[in-house]
């Protein structure tokens, strides 16, 4: 993966989605201004589609998302350390999109597509909290936490952090907690468990589901 072709790819604006496939599933990752999901603010969103046609499974680097949410004027001093993390700065908070802007285009991105996340809580309390504040509502998606997938499909990797999947499968990526940087290496790992996936039997996102609650039963 070149730079050139990372600053393409940030560089595109929110976009509708693609014309259908068999399968469109969308893995999700946001920065917010902390990690409280319950308290913090939504600062960006970036999404990457996968595309599943029967028992394969692809990444669709052309079909991706990637937005900043404008922010209201601080009424206190920026958290260095946050910013440091996700890498957005105030003034490029202060020049994000408009919320309900910025949402709209989300969902008319993901077309109904259901929603991958590693530890997906955090991200779905973001994205629900704002819609619910800038919408008067919330986006009826379906979500999957793939990270107690992982732990069912892989129980002898005993990893638990993304960071430490990545280091078991090779995956490497090119700016960690950078929200579009997380979502290839979130859809990379879904790939890198596709074989265990397809063990179990039809490969579908009610499948996904049902491997992420069996996760409760491990020790």
Known sequence: MTRAWWSWWRARPPAAGPSAT??????????????????????????LAVHVEGERARIALGDSFEVVLRQPEPTDRPDKDNILLHGIG???????????????????????????????????????????????????????????????????????????????FGIRCLQRHQAAADTLATAELLLCLW???????????AALQRLASQSRWLP
């Open 90 to 168: 105030v003034g490029a908070q202060r020049q994000g999109v408009e919320p309900r802007d910025a949402l709209l285009a989300f969902e008319r991105y993901l077309a109904g597509a259901p929603l991958i996340a590693f530890h997906a809580a955090f991200d779905e309390t973001l994205i629900e909290r704002a819609c619910r504040a800038t919408l008067q509502r919330r986006l009826p998606h379906e979500w999957v936490d793939l990270m107690p997938v992982a732990r069912v499909l892989a129980p002898e990797v005993g990893a638990r952090t993304l960071d430490e999947w990545m280091a078991h």
């Open 195 to 205: 074989p265990r996936l397809r063990a179990q039997g039809p490969v579908t996102f």
């Open 22 to 47: 068999r399968e469109r599933w969308v893995v999700v990752d946001v920065e917010s201004s902390g990690l409280d999901a319950r308290r913090d603010r939504l600062l960006a969103i970036a999404a």
